[in-house]
């Protein structure tokens, strides 16, 4: 983020995203939301468009900074080796953390994601973001011995993705970190052909 005061602007908006829905994000919302005097946020995003640039780029600097901590207990593996419980671990605890603790920012996302396929600018960001993740999820799952990591990570991805649509605003149930973590086990060792 570009100051200190975009980063004010763009957590009041993605609380107002995941608050309100993308109806409700207006700039004059973001103020209020923000404890702003009125045309401030005016001032970082002049658009509608460049509040919604700018709210994802914070967004993804949420995400990837929640990503971070929970797999920075795999730094100490030795390098290209990573053991395929001790993943399922890390992926338990992103997860939970996304469904929990950072509810309000995988909401937000989504709102983000679908305005993202009627808007071109957006749909770039959206798409290199995902790009950015996809790789993670590949570079871990050839750490834990999938014989074809690309193929793993984009079927890694779809079911992450789906486990938090339905925790967050499907039918179904939070699961608990206990029960992401051997979902996440199950899965590896397929995965893994082990």
């Given at each position: 983020?570009?100051?200190?005061?975009a980063?004010?602007?763009?957590d009041a908006?993605i609380?107002?995203l995941?608050e309100r829905?993308?109806?409700?994000?207006?700039?004059r919302?973001?103020?209020e939301?923000?404890g702003?005097?009125p045309?401030?946020?005016?001032?970082?995003?002049?658009t509608?468009a460049?509040?919604?640039?700018l709210?994802?780029?914070r967004?993804?600097?949420?995400?990837e900074?929640?990503?971070?901590a929970?797999?920075?207990?795999?730094g100490?593996?030795?390098e290209g080796?990573v053991e395929?419980?001790?993943?399922?671990?890390?992926?338990?605890?992103?997860?939970?953390?996304?469904?929990?603790?950072?509810?309000?920012?995988t909401?937000?996302r989504?709102e983000?994601?679908?305005e993202?396929?009627r808007?071109p600018?957006l749909?770039?960001?959206y798409?290199?973001?995902g790009?950015?993740?996809?790789?993670q999820?590949?570079?871990?799952?050839?750490?834990?011995?999938?014989p074809?990591?690309?193929?793993?990570?984009r079927?890694?991805?779809?079911?992450?993705?789906?486990?938090?649509?339905?925790?967050?605003?499907g039918?179904?149930?939070?699961?608990?970190l206990?029960e992401?973590?051997?979902?996440f086990?199950e899965?590896?060792?397929?995965?893994?052909?082990?």
């Amino acid at each position: 983020m570009s100051s200190q005061r975009a980063v004010v602007v763009a957590d009041a908006a993605i609380a107002i995203l995941a608050e309100r829905g993308m109806r409700g994000l207006t700039h004059r919302a973001v103020d209020e939301a923000a404890g702003l005097p009125p045309g401030s946020t005016s001032n970082h995003a002049r658009t509608r468009a460049a509040l919604l640039e700018l709210t994802l780029a914070r967004l993804t600097e949420r995400e990837e900074a929640v990503f971070a901590a929970a797999m920075a207990p795999a730094g100490d593996m030795p390098e290209g080796v990573v053991e395929a419980a001790r993943l399922a671990d890390l992926l338990a605890r992103t997860m939970h953390a996304a469904i929990t603790v950072h509810r309000e920012t995988t909401i937000a996302r989504y709102e983000l994601a679908l305005e993202a396929t009627r808007r071109p600018e957006l749909r770039k960001i959206y798409d290199d973001v995902g790009r950015r993740i996809r790789e993670q999820v590949v570079a871990a799952l050839a750490a834990a011995g999938s014989p074809d990591p690309v193929r793993h990570g984009r079927q890694m991805v779809a079911y992450i993705e789906g486990l938090l649509f339905d925790a967050i605003v499907g039918a179904g149930e939070v699961p608990t970190l206990d029960e992401l973590g051997a979902a996440f086990r199950e899965l590896l060792r397929v995965v893994s052909g082990r």
